[in-house]
């Protein structure tokens, strides 16, 4: 994790907030790095992990974790951590027969509509169905009523794939909907899930699903690139929104806006024009 990152939400692992859901932007620029942070803080947070990884392979996401001080096979290994590597398993899904259905079974479907019935989904396989039950089988509670974990926390990376899969944005924010009733409302745990804004404004669905999310969630990180290109010293800023679903929009948001620049092992934050290479 980024202890810089944490000062500026003000938040540390052994006081995580629980029941939220924090949605992580990126627009013309690569937002990987909030997801490598929310991993490694809420794996030393000690909470029961979920990550559906639909970008990058386990030995990459491993490889990083390492840098921030997790490792995320000896996780594995405990069961603290519960990885579905998107990558591996859609090869199992079209070349191999599967006795259950698979968590990516609509790659196999044409028919990608969830039921509007609170809680109940369509019998075609092409809903996403498979993925919300393995995810509330991996961050169901200790059979013995004992909790081993601090809290359940579902991570996404990112949802944005699902919609270049053909899954439609209706279907994946009825998708989220049900992992929010399942680990943030039953279990008060939390969800993180990357989206990335193309800003194309003829892509209606990612406009639906990432309109639709930002209406739901608790905290907006947004990673942009700067207006005036590439910077060897500063690589993007960092939106911060704090929301309260629940109240008047007047009452609900707070904002601050920082820029960055990531190294090795760390980011480093400053405020716009503060970067110490200008200074």
């Known amino acids: 994790m980024f202890p810089e990152l944490n000062n500026l939400l003000n938040t540390t692992p052994d006081r995580a907030e629980q029941g939220k859901l924090t949605l992580l932007c990126d627009a013309k620029t690569d937002g990987s790095f909030l997801v490598h942070h929310f991993l490694s803080f809420y794996l030393k947070a000690n909470c029961k992990v979920c990550f559906v990884a639909l970008i990058q392979s386990f030995s990459h996401y ?8 997790v490792s995320l096979t000896a996780a594995r ?3 603290q951590l519960v990885f579905l590597e998107g990558l591996k398993s ?15 079974q609509f790659l196999r479907s044409a028919s990608l509509q969830p039921c509007s019935e609170v809680h109940t989904w369509e019998a075609d396989a092409g809903n996403l169905q498979p993925l919300y039950e393995f995810v509330r089988e991996a961050l169901k509670p200790a059979d013995d009523g004992q909790a081993a974990w601090r809290c359940p926390v579902l991570l996404v990376d990112d949802l944005s794939v699902l919609l270049s899969l053909g899954m439609g944005a209706v279907a994946v924010l009825d998708f989220i909907h049900y992992c929010r009733a399942a680990v943030c409302w039953e279990q008060k745990g939390n969800i993180v899930a990357l989206v990335h804004d193309s800003g194309d404004a003829e892509d209606e669905e990612n406009d639906i699903l990432l309109n639709g999310l930002s209406h739901q969630s608790h905290l907006i990180l947004r990673a942009e690139g700067l207006a005036t290109g590439f910077c060897r010293d500063v690589h993007g800023q960092l939106k911060i929104l704090w929301r309260t679903p629940s109240q008047p929009a007047a009452h609900r948001d707070r ?4 820029q960055y620049k990531i190294q090795d092992k760390s980011v480093s934050f400053f405020a716009k024009g503060m970067s110490p290479a200008i200074l």
């Open 90 to 104: 859609s090869v199992d899904v079209f070349f191999r027969a599967q006795a259950e259905p698979h968590p990516l």
């Open 62 to 69: 491993n490889i990083v974790g390492q840098k921030l001080g």
């Open 77 to 79: 290994e405990c069961g």
């Open 255 to 258: 904002s601050l806006t920082y």
